[in-house]
């Protein structure tokens, strides 16, 4: 044999991949890499080894490079991104190629690796591996075209991928994250740097497309998650999620991943609990914000909110568009059976809302205690047409009390002469019905002709209720003994004289509630107190 060696001490990474790819060495011609705009300075050892037959055949020289590469970079290597301020060692033969060294893939500073085997195998003999170890910011994975930041919101995250190429069985590559040192944030979960947790999934690649994700696997303090991912064409369609315990959640079911922009999330989810503390508290409201459509399907043995409030064999179905809830039926199956049905109609949506223990639910929502009991029916249309989409309907209470109400206590102070028994003892101050049309527009509660009733109290109200700034500014009527104060308005072609307004008495009180809710102004027209309901007209001061 005779054996030339050659040594090439500032080449260029262009020309080494030239030679590489020549048809006759069969080497990255026969296994070739893509690589777009390669560049980098080489210091390399050629060794040629040639057998001194008559006959010679390319096969049998034997090549034998090997050497030092700087400022390496390599175009698209990897998803479409760039490796690039490489400083890689490397040995080729017709055998095989090995190379490792460090630089930065995507941006992010890594350790990489490379295993090529030129030899012809079997089916399933590893042709090609490829390792790469790094630690990545959250901003760094973004920048590399993988967004996490919803979930990692802070520190770094270890991260080791290999590739594994088999002949005629395709790609897989393995990801693992080592996620001790990162900061997460998940509905209802959180974890702070410093505490052990890791994920990692699998990818399955055929003829350069995505055929799919599977064993995809996370677990740290009160998380575990196992799902795969099925894909339609290149791309994942749907997540399914066979575990899924975040916080107390315990779930399982589909999410189906959009395919085309504005598409909506479509979530299937079932379980014993379902963990809202972190995500929604009492009187929050979808819609604050533009966010993603999603259509969801949820059924639940127990859902709590922020404040503990906790429900139980919750059934919801609905869609968001991502501004505004379209569409929803809610059921659950506590004390306080609540059902909501939205649809569409023209022109907006219908509401309807049935609760059979008002009180329960409110105090459940941390909304107010103040309502004891009452059976509630709602009955109300949006009006889409409109940009603020208000809510325009009637509210029909029965049968509860009223009790620890501010601004009820003040107004009762006022016209305490009358003495209402029930205002001052056990559970309130009871009513048999409150009938309110409204209008909720814009962060405003609009009240129309509203009246509430019992046998010892009727009263009416009507005005506004400023949501944002949180005061009142409502006039009314309150009529003492209502029973019997009202029977001469019931009298015929004679009650008109006396009772002209509906919810009114012989003699009734007109007053106004002003200014904070938490402490409003009380004020009481006293001229009203003696005056028949028809000239009553004549001495309001509040209107």
């Not at 690649?205 to 998380?223: C, F, M, T």
């Amino acid at each position: 044999n005779l054996s030339v060696v050659a040594e090439i001490p500032g080449g260029s990474v262009p020309d080494v991949l030239s030679l590489l790819k020549h048809p006759r060495l069969h080497l990255l011609s026969d296994h070739p890499i893509p690589i777009e705009r390669p560049a980098g300075t080489v210091r390399n050892r050629l060794e040629v080894t040639l057998p001194l037959d008559e006959d010679l055949q390319i096969e049998q020289v034997g090549i034998h490079a090997n050497g030092q590469i700087s400022d390496l970079r390599l175009g698209g290597v990897v998803a479409g991104r760039d490796l690039d301020r490489g400083a890689i060692g490397f040995d080729v033969t017709q055998d095989g190629l090995r190379a490792s060294g460090e630089a930065n893939l995507a941006g992010v500073p890594s350790r990489v690796a490379v295993t090529m085997d030129f030899r012809g195998g079997p089916p399933g003999q590893v042709t090609q591996t490829t390792s790469v170890q790094g630690r990545a910011t959250p901003r760094q994975l973004a920048a590399a075209g993988l967004d996490v930041s919803r979930a990692l919101t802070g520190g770094t995250i270890g991260i080791a991928a290999q590739l594994t190429e088999r002949e005629k069985q395709g790609t897989t590559i393995t990801v693992q994250a080592d996620l001790r040192e990162a900061q997460m944030r998940l509905p209802s979960w959180r974890k702070e740097p410093g505490s052990a947790a890791n994920a990692s999934a699998t990818l399955v690649v055929q003829d350069e497309h995505l055929a799919g994700i599977n064993a995809i696997h996370a677990e740290g303090p009160a998380l575990w998650i196992d799902a795969r991912a099925e894909m339609q064409g290149d791309q994942p369609s749907q997540i399914v999620v066979s575990r899924l315990d975040i916080g107390s959640t315990r779930a399982a079911g589909i999410i189906g991943l959009p395919l085309q922009p504005g598409a909506p999330l479509r979530v299937q989810l079932a379980g014993s609990m379902l963990d809202l503390t972190g995500e929604f508290g009492g009187g929050g409201a979808m819609g604050a914000g533009k966010t993603d459509p999603l259509v969801a399907d949820l059924r639940f043995g127990t859902v709590v909110l922020a404040g503990g409030a906790r429900f139980t064999d919750v059934n919801a179905q609905g869609s968001y568009d991502g501004k505004t809830l379209r569409s929803l039926r809610l059921q659950t199956a506590g004390p306080e059976r609540l059902q909501v049905v939205l649809v569409p109609q023209e022109g907006g949506r219908k509401l309807s809302v049935r609760i059979a223990d008002t009180g329960t639910l409110l105090r459940a929502l941390d909304l107010t205690s103040s309502l004891v009991g009452g059976s509630l029916a709602v009955e109300a249309q949006y009006d889409d047409r409109d940009p603020v989409s208000p809510l325009a309907g009637t509210i029909d209470l029965s049968d509860f009390h009223v009790r620890d109400a501010p601004v009820v206590g003040k107004l009762l102070q006022a016209v305490s002469v009358y003495g209402i028994p029930e205002a001052v003892s056990g559970p309130g101050l009871k009513f048999t019905r409150l009938i309110a049309p409204f209008v909720y527009s814009g962060q405003t509660f609009y009240l129309g002709e509203s009246q509430a009733y019992s046998t010892s109290l009727g009263l009416t109200a009507k005005g506004t209720i400023d949501l944002r700034k949180n005061t009142l500014d409502l006039t009314g009527t309150l009529v003492p003994f209502y029973a019997l104060n009202s029977a001469p308005g019931r009298v015929p072609l004679l009650g008109k004289l006396f009772s002209p307004e509906t919810g009114s008495g012989l003699f009734a009180i007109t007053f106004g509630v002003h200014g904070p809710a938490a402490q409003p102004s009380i004020l009481v027209n006293p001229l009203s107190v003696v005056t028949p309901g028809l000239a009553r007209r004549l001495f309001r001061l509040f209107n």
